[in-house]
């Protein structure tokens, strides 16, 4: 029952929702609802027919026992179950190319934040040169984190990633060591993080509140452990938490050396 | 009908001498078979392993890396070994059977095979042994795998012969399958009325001829670069990462339908039987599985949709991938006609062939939407894509390897298994598996990311990870059902007729089981034979 409940409620979180909570998820929506619809149909379309004939048809000693020998194909039936199908994926992969189109172009007015990630975490840069780190918390041998702690922000090396309400950002992605990947959740957009390579993604998200930004390229130990938390706050309070009151460059270059060692150390504790 | 056979002794009475040195494609499919089984099985409590340590978030019983490990081996070999490697039993047992041979083509080539298979084996357990567990994920992507310390990777050597082992056998069962087929069929089989299992298989082949090559490649030279620190994916030394993705999903996408045409195959067969009908379709049947085999080749990248590769090849192996869907449409539609008008006899063989097609179809609906860039974006190594490809691997894969072992176990064992057990081992499987399998679906479309150890307690995550393991236990409690019908059926069941299924196929006009040579004569093949009568135009 929980279970049938849970399914509505994920079914109704990406349906019927009249504003735009982040862009380009709306678009996603769009195919996901179509994709939905045709494959609750052709579901139905093969399955009741195969539940119909699966119970009508049965052996029965005496009665029915040899199938109808002369059934054995029909062009125009197996026309039919080919051009139809051809047609709807062709209709899929159309809509699918122009919504993909609109969804790879960043809006002209895009802020751009310089990612680069590493084992395991990531470094945000803005425009004027403020950086912010997201490292994971790793477990050590005396110390599990408890399931609470475990994706929290500590403001130390796991800090907020603030990006301002309503505004797209285009966020520049590359990699310092292995492939990892950046997937924000409430944008639904995934794209890899490949050294000697940049890539881009971009999404915008409406409504402030907190959301997660989540690795999902494998990219080792702690790889479940690589996420950040978006705090989408309305611009005029970006702006002023991007001009200052937090720590300077200087500071956080030290923060950053400091992860590194940890790294070091965590290797070899767990080894 | 045939008393008069000279005495023989049956498979299982061979002494072990027999059973290494042996080169009987009979003997050799069976050891296929069981090697497969038994590493079905580790995976499979691998993934129990994982599973609890999902139940809830936080770390509970396992470190990360064990985690990474379990989950490494869980994948490499329910592939290799479990949905590539049994359907090796299954080809070898039958194809001369079937086609009404004495054995396969090259029967040393074959035996050299399989012990290919049994170092890769033998490899595959090394890595249990601690210092050397692989944790590369299947896909083994550089630079993590080439890099030593960085994330932790375990042992790229192992990971990369296990490859080179199994490549190595599945080339030679590859020529020796296509060899066999092609010459040593009795006059009177052609192209247009084989056992649409052996189209299965054919087609399966012929990918692995083409296809393999390259992913050695890919791993050879992971292994340079490992250890000889070449540099053909470190992008700090002018190499590219991505070009290892490129050769490695050339094969693994098409190794896809090598997992999943021979259990097309297996339905077809299955459900004509049970159907006591010609299959609806034969031709269309035929040209689709080789359909799919050509076009499997041209939509690789579609595992590399968020790689950073140009947004245009996106596209095209976006309409190539789901044009894909049309000729796996003709099956589905053509399986569910054959039901029309016919008398279907409920067997366990026949109950798991339904529940394949049934399962396959899910599988095929989500694959669709991952072939669509705009969709994918958002979902891409999610666990939505875990449960894609569980409902294909394993539900339809699996599924129809199961309907195979209850089908044709009489022919091999000369005994009948438990119809009840069978049968019951059927629902709890099929229960378990979508307990299982469809709240991955869900959680994926939530945002849960793969191959994840750990995760943020998010209340519904945390429910739907719950029901996940529940369906595991009782998925597992299913297989046990069945592995112990099937073994009381070869201890102690009825002993079988030549033909218990009133099947056609040639296959079954031999005792059960067959005798070492199979044919004392060729057996004569009427002019209009057709395996399950599903031939005659
Ligand atoms: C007892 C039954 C099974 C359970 C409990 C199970 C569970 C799992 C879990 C938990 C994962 C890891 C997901 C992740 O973290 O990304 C996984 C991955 C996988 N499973 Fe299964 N599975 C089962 C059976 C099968 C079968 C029968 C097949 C194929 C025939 C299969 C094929 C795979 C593959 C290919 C992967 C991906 C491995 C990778 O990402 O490297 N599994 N499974
Ligand atoms: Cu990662
Ligand atoms: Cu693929």
């Known amino acids: 029952m929980k279970f049938l409940a849970l399914l509505l409620i994920s079914g109704l979180a990406f349906a019927g929702e009249p504003e735009v909570i982040a862009r380009p998820y709306d678009l996603w929506d769009i195919i996901y609802k179509i994709w939905l619809v045709i494959t609750v149909i052709i579901y139905a379309v093969v399955a009741i027919p195969s539940l119909y004939f699966m119970i009508k048809y049965r052996y029965k000693p005496g009665e029915r026992e040899m199938g109808d020998q002369e059934h054995e194909g029909h062009w125009g039936l197996e026309a039919l179950w080919t051009i139809i199908p051809l047609i709807i994926v062709l209709y899929l992969a159309t809509h699918g190319f122009a919504l993909f189109t609109q969804m790879r172009k960043p809006p002209e007015n895009a802020m751009e934040l310089k990612v680069t990630a590493f084992a395991w975490g990531w470094i945000f840069q803005y425009p004027n040169g403020k950086m912010v780190v997201a490292s994971a918390i790793r477990d050590t041998e005396d110390n599990k984190c408890k399931p609470e702690d475990c994706y929290k922000v500590d403001g130390a090396l796991q800090q907020y990633v603030y990006i301002p309400a309503g505004v797209p950002i285009k966020a520049v992605l590359t990699s310092q060591d292995v492939i990892h990947s950046f997937y924000v959740q409430p944008a639904g957009v995934t794209q890899d993080m490949v050294p000697g390579r940049t890539t881009y993604t971009w999404f915008q998200i409406n409504k402030p509140g907190e959301y997660w930004i989540f690795c999902r390229e494998y990219c080792g130990q702690w790889h479940s452990r690589m996420f950040a938390k978006l705090k989408v706050v309305p611009k005029e309070e970006f702006e002023k938490w991007l001009k200052g009151e937090v720590a300077d460059l200087d500071h956080e270059a030290k923060k950053l050396e400091i992860a590194n060692i940890d790294e070091k150390k965590a290797q070899e504790v767990v080894r | ?537």
């Open chain 2, 1 to 537: 009908m045939r008393e008069a056979l000279p005495a023989h002794k049956p498979w299982f009475a061979a002494s072990l001498w027999e059973w290494i040195f042996t080169t009987d494609h009979k003997k050799i499919g069976i050891m296929y078979g069981v090697t497969s089984t038994l590493f079905f099985i580790v995976a499979g409590l691998m993934a129990l392993g994982m599973r609890l340590e999902l139940f809830n978030p936080g770390a509970q019983y396992l470190k990360p890396e064990t985690y990474n490990w379990f989950l490494t081996v869980h994948g490499a070999v329910i592939l290799l070994w479990w949905a590539i490697g049994v359907w090796a039993s299954f080809a070898n047992f039958l194809i001369p059977l079937m086609i009404g041979a004495r054995d396969v083509a090259f029967p040393r080539l074959n035996a050299l095979g399989y012990w290919m298979f049994f170092a890769a084996s033998v490899i595959a357990l090394l890595t249990f042994i601690p210092g050397n567990h692989i944790m590369t994920m299947w896909t083994g992507y550089p630079p993590l795998s080439t890099m030593e310390g960085v994330g932790f990777a375990g042992t790229t050597a192992l990971f990369v012969f296990i490859w080179h082992l199994t490549g190595f056998a599945s080339i030679a069962g590859a020529v020796n399958f296509i060899t066999t087929v092609i010459s040593m069929r009795q006059p009177g089989i052609g192209f247009f009325n084989l056992n649409l299992f052996i189209h299965g298989i054919m087609a399966a082949n012929v990918i692995q001829l083409l296809g393999v090559p390259s992913v050695a490649g890919a791993v050879t030279m992971l292994f340079l670069d490992t250890y000889l620190k070449t540099s053909f994916f470190d992008p700090a030394r002018g190499g590219d990462p991505i070009l290892y993705q490129n050769l490695f999903w050339f094969y693994s996408h098409p190794a896809v339908y090598v997992m999943v045409l021979p259990a097309f195959g297996i339905i077809s067969e299955v459900v004509s039987a049970f159907a006591r009908k010609p299959i609806f379709g034969y031709k269309s049947m035929v040209v689709a599985i080789w359909a799919i085999a050509l076009v499997g080749f041209m939509v690789w990248t579609h595992h590399m949709f968020v790689s950073g590769i140009p947004d245009w090849v996106k596209i095209l192996m976006s309409y190539t991938t789901l044009l894909i869907a049309v000729p796996t449409g003709i099956k589905i539609f053509n399986w569910v006609a054959t039901l029309y008008k016919a008398a279907i006899d409920y067997k366990t063989p026949m109950l798991y062939a339904l529940g394949a097609i049934l399962m396959f179809l899910i599988g095929g609906l989500t694959g669709i939407p991952l072939g669509i860039p705009a969709f994918d974006i958002a979902v891409h190594d999610s666990y939505f894509v875990v449960g894609h490809f569980h409902y294909v691997l394993g539900m339809a894969v699996t599924l129809s390897a199961f309907a195979g072992f209850f089908y044709w176990w009489p022919k091999v064992t000369g005994k009948m298994y438990p119809e009840g057990l069978g049968k019951l081992s059927f629902w709890v499987v099929l229960i378990g598996s979508n307990l299982l399998y469809f709240p991955q679906l869900v959680i994926g479309l939530m945002g849960m990311p793969r191959r994840y150890y750990d995760y943020p307690p998010i209340e519904s995550w945390v429910t739907l990870h719950h029901l996940q393991t529940y369906g595991a236990f009782i998925l597992a409690f299913g297989i046990l059902l069945a592995l112990i019908a099937l073994i009381k059926g070869a201890l102690s069941g009825e002993k079988a007729p030549n033909n218990p299924w009133m099947s056609n196929s040639l296959e079954w006009r031999l005792p059960s089981p067959p005798p070492p040579h199979n044919f004392d004569e060729p057996p004569k093949v009427e002019k209009d034979y057709c395996p399950h009568g599903y031939c005659k135009f």
